[in-house]
């Protein structure tokens, strides 16, 4: 089918995401690149595990005493709240309503920077009121790499979701940019579930100590 | 607006525009092909060096430092920057074609991951005229080179993460590529040996290399950033290193040797003239090996002090590795039993493998004996024993393609004597340099050691391995004689030059125009070129689709720009340890440029062009005279 074909709400098809091979590489490639990104961060977790609440000799700061539950459970709520709100979007795609998506993918953003500010005012805490910088203990490195792994992530999809609002703002969905909606969002979620796993590992596990 | 893409541009201006700006696979085949050929020289120039200095005992040809860069860049740039590369270009040049396909899946990115080996490559050969290259050995061991002085480590961190990351965007390109583009008919269990191969071969890129990008990050961060994760008087670990790194590292060395593998499963049956032995089991036994290769990487560390009871694990399981090798090694065999063998110089490629890689394979599973090796391990033994799977796997396997392949991708036939001579050379030089170091290793010889006391009985055998060596590179020198000496031949300009040809890339006549097969092709079986030829259809297959207007990309230079960004945004983070001022501001400009470029891209549309059916009969008849490709 060609991409510049123009559509109605009628002639729109069931799966417009994957209607053209463009697509369908799309969609096969974010689920391939998203085996790779689990790898990395099982990497990073890992690392994270056997180097937590290790430091030079005499340390005095500690997981259990460090991390507490209250911001992080707000900035999930925030998180898993996005990943909803992107869930909307897909679905005002496959019923061709280009404005839905356009809304509902800004709502996503601005959650998602929601969640990004709490995340840089917990560093800048940690950091200038905890003496907990990076270079700090192996223990803070590694927090500060895989929980600043994850935000990196959230900023690459921020930038993305941003840039196909803008780009896609005044003209309506096609073939084209379908399947570029679709890839962001999967790619959203994926970083939604890495952060459960965050929030398990190093905030629920941490303060149980 | 197609016919631009038609109508021939000439001259030196052009042509190199063409080249930086391609995203025709068979281009970025060819530039991966060259740029892995002339970093295996480089190496090779370096292991000629080391050959030389250990040649005799207490020499002084090179010094002690420079020796252990030497043997450094000679392990990372072979592996990384020349096996890699070489493989990545048969790939890129036949993988489309054994499938049926137009191009790979993401052309951007396919140009865009050659360009971020090539850069990171480049980066990593800089270090050698800017104070001097990396020397904690291609393993780079935490212990060793955390406090390593001078900028050579952050060369070999900053440069493997750049070419590192261009392997990944590669490898996730043939994985949907080979699932997504199959021409009709095309099953997975038609697929070509090479295809599949080069398929296991990419998955395990997509979760071998994050386990490496992770290392490296660290190792970057605690060089450059004041990080400590290998640092133990900081509560570090530098054991977390030698686990990522031989996660990685093991997954790597199948990453090379299941498309060399592949290679050879291409080659025999065309020149045993038989039917592949055993197709379902090789690819079972592909599938295997890749699955194993993941289970296995603690065997690296037998010393480290895991305990008996995980050296005992990782000893069984490597030995498992051994089970679908030995099938394959036994299809191949059985391909050529009872074939009509037609010796030619990839055959002979191919009949040089299999002894040489079976005995790479028996040392390996004795080196998986946890108790013998602690015997083993870091002697001349294990030298021996990974140069006899890596030349004699891998590099039989790229110089046996290379004879093998060449009329498809430069249309012009390596000479056939000059061939038979290389192979000789080369062959007798590697067994000469190799066999006599799983002696020496016996003996007691360490490995990575820059000279040796005389009279331990050692003399002798280093020097028939440094004369090895220098036929070797007598070998390599002479290839590239027969490469040159090619342009001048003449043009193949037919389809099936070898005359056995059984899969799709032979139906096609050379020159393969940049659409590749004018329609689609229709896949009636397993090795689907032999079928058709079988049925005496002479127009090389059927196809699925009239002759129609065909959907191309367009070239960009964009992935060039990107990669030059990191290129920059490295030599920021490489002095920021040194404490200059612009370290920081040029780390961000070369990141703003490489995102900068993405913006670009994701803010003008690329629909690509259609190539009308008149231009592509036009343009066929230019190539292959009146009639057309018939
Ligand atoms: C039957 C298959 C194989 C087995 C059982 C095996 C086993 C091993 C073992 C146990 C070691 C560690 C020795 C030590 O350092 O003490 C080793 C080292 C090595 N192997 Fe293999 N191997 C096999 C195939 C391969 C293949 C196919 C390749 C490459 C294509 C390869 C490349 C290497 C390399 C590069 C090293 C040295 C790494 C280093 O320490 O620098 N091996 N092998
Ligand atoms: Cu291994």
């Excluded at chain 2, 050529?336 to 028996?362: D, E, N, Q, R």
Aim: charged fraction near 10%; proline fraction near 4%; glycine fraction near 10%.
């Amino acid at each position: 089918m060609d991409l510049n074909t123009k559509f109605t709400p009628k002639s729109w098809p069931d799966h417009a995401e994957q209607a053209t091979l463009e697509g369908k590489n799309k969609f096969v490639g974010i689920w391939i690149f998203i085996c790779s990104d689990i790898v990395l961060f099982a990497s990073v977790f890992a690392t994270y595990l056997s180097l937590k609440d290790k430091g030079p000799a005499g340390m005095d700061i500690s997981a259990a005493e460090l991390f507490g539950l209250e911001l992080a459970f707000v900035m999930t709520m925030l998180l898993l709240t996005s990943s909803l709100t992107s869930v909307y979007a897909m679905y005002h795609m496959k019923n061709f309503n280009s404005k839905g998506v356009l809304i509902w993918m800004g709502i996503t953003v601005l959650l998602g920077l929601g969640f990004l500010g709490l995340e840089i005012y917990e560093f800048y805490e940690y950091t200038v009121h905890e003496g907990f910088g990076f270079t700090h203990s192996a223990f803070s490195s590694s927090f500060y790499v895989l929980v600043g792994t994850h935000g990196l992530h959230v900023i690459i999809g921020l930038v993305w979701i941003t840039g196909l609002i803008i780009r896609n703002m005044k003209r309506g969905l096609n073939l084209y940019n379908a399947p570029k909606f679709f890839a962001a969002s999967i790619y959203w979620h994926f970083i939604d579930v890495v952060w459960v796993f965050i929030f398990t590992v190093v905030y629920l596990m941490g303060v149980l100590g | 607006m197609s016919s631009v893409a038609i109508s021939k541009k000439t001259g030196f201006g052009a042509t190199l525009w063409d080249y930086l700006t391609t995203v025709d696979h068979k281009k970025l085949g060819n530039m991966y092909f060259f740029a892995g050929l002339l970093f295996f020289a480089i190496a090779g120039f370096e292991a000629l060096l080391i050959r030389i200095q250990l040649m005799v005992p207490n020499n002084d040809f090179v010094s002690a430092g420079l020796f252990n860069e030497l043997l450094t860049m000679h392990g990372t740039t072979m592996l990384f920057l020349a096996a890699t590369p070489l493989l990545f270009g048969f790939m890129n040049a036949i993988v489309p074609l054994q499938i049926g396909a137009r191009d790979v899946a993401f052309p951007f990115l396919n140009s865009l991951g050659f360009w971020l080996f090539f850069l990171g490559a480049l980066f990593l050969h800089l270090s050698f005229f800017m104070g001097g290259a990396p020397d904690a050995g291609w393993t780079s061991y935490a212990s060793l080179s955390l406090y390593s002085p001078g900028h050579g480590i952050d060369f070999y961190v900053l440069g493997l993460q750049i070419s590192g990351a261009g392997t990944l965007i590669s490898g996730i390109n043939f994985i949907v590529t080979i699932i997504t583009m199959r021409a009709p008919g095309m099953t997975f269990m038609r697929m070509p040996l090479f295809t599949w191969t080069t398929l296991i071969s990419s998955a395990l890129i997509l979760f071998a290399f994050p386990p490496l990008t992770v290392g490296l990050f660290f190792m970057l961060v605690d060089r450059m950033f004041g990080a400590n994760f290998f640092d133990h008087t900081m509560g570090g670990n530098t054991i977390i290193w030698e686990h990522l790194f031989w996660i990685f590292g093991h997954p790597e060395v199948y990453i090379l040797v299941l498309p060399a593998f592949g290679l050879f499963s291409e080659i025999i049956p065309v020149f045993a003239r038989k039917r592949l032995f055993g197709y379902s089991s090789m690819v079972f036994a592909t599938i295997l090996i890749g699955f194993l290769g993941f289970m296995v990487w603690a065997h690296h560390m037998f010393t480290t002090g895991l305990g008996p009871t995980a050296n005992a694990i990782f000893a069984v399981a490597t030995m498992a590795i051994a089970v679908p090798t030995g099938m394959k090694v036994f299809n191949w065999i059985l391909t050529i039993w009872g074939g009509s063998i037609k010796v030619t110089v990839p055959m002979i490629y191919a009949l040089g493998f299999i002894p040489s890689f079976v005995a790479g394979g028996v040392t390996g599973v004795m080196q998986a004996t946890a108790p013998l090796d602690y015997q083993l391990h870091d002697s001349y033994f294990i030298v021996a024993h990974f140069h006899y799977v890596i030349v004699g796997g891998i590099v039989t396997a790229i110089f046996g393609a290379t004879h093998f392949y060449w009329p498809i991708m430069f249309n012009r036939v390596l000479n056939e004597k000059l061939g038979y001579i290389v192979f000789w050379v080369f062959f007798i030089g590697f067994h000469l340099t190799f066999f006599l170091q799983h002696f020496l290793g016996l003996m007691g010889m360490p490995r990575r050691v820059f000279t040796y006391q005389a009279d331990q009985g050692w003399d002798l055998y280093n020097f028939i391995s440094s004369i090895g060596a220098i036929m070797m590179g007598i070998g390599v020198i002479l290839l590239v004689v027969n490469m040159l000496l090619s342009i001048k031949g003449k043009p193949v300009n037919q389809r099936d030059y070898w005359g056995d040809g059984r899969s799709l890339e032979w139906a096609l006549v050379t020159p393969v125009p940049f659409y590749n097969f004018k329609q689609t092709p229709l896949i009636r079986g397993y090795d689907p070129y032999w079928i058709e030829k079988h049925e005496g259809n002479k127009e090389g297959m059927t196809y699925a689709e009239p002759l129609g207007d065909i959907h191309m990309p367009h070239g960009s230079i964009l992935p060039l720009i990107m990669s030059i960004g990191m290129f920059i945004a490295a030599f920021g983070a490489l002095y920021h340890p040194d404490g200059v001022s612009w370290s920081v501001p040029v780390i961000i400009l070369g990141i703003g440029i490489t995102v900068a470029c993405m913006i670009l891209r994701s803010f003008k549309d690329d629909l690509g062009y259609h190539v009308h059916k008149e231009e592509i009969i036009a343009l066929e008849e230019e190539l292959y005279g009146k009639g057309g490709n018939k």
